[in-house]
């Protein structure tokens, strides 16, 4: 998988009652990967993550999955940047018509 | 043969440190897909009912290919950046540290493969020629 850019902009920046700051982030990546463990699970393309405070959904295109794997737990979403790569936990997935819709969790190291 | 038994390979990593001070992050066990792939992956031609003609290059190297999965090698920037794992990476590897990452690799094999064949002649586990 190569580090192809992945871009973000943030959207709707707000406060919350008690003055923390609440923003809307989208991210936005050419390249991504489902994987378990060291196995690709599914690989994407013409990804979106919106991040709320409360909530991360992604949204891909299929190009390939492995339809044992992608039943496989745990799952993670990874996605290269310039200088590495991003990954959250998937903690629930459906792939439909080659589109895919996941929630994930609080992003890992 | 216990009817419960669990028949996948779960992937899991096995950490093993170099003489160096970095370190390879090797697959514990393969499935049959990547243990067919060092195979498969080698051979050049094959006809059937002739021996398979394999390509020199790829000996040892789809053995080490379908077993690591990592490893802490860096570059030369500063500061340094992790080096991913390719075959093109390996290739390009001081010929000393690829020999030791192949031997450690080799003896994960090794050592595996007699865990599989002391399983199987464990007491109880049935044979394909039961004895008359």
Redesign the interface.
Known sequence: MSASAAKWSSHGVDYTTDGKLKMNLTITGVEGQIR????SAAVLRAWTVVSTDATRTLTASVVSQDTYRVAQRPLVFVAPHA??EWRWPVEELQIQDGALTACLGPQKA | MDSQEYCFV????VRIQLTNGHFIDI?KELNAGEQRGIFTELVKEMKIGEQAILEPSRVGLTKILAYL??WSLTDKNNPP??VPVSEAALKNLRTDIYSEIEKLIDAHDAALEAARAERKNAPGTPSASPAI
Do not use: I, L, M, T
């Open positions: 378990w463990v060291y196995h200088r590495g | 779960d992937p899991e990593v697959k999965v990592g950046r992790p």
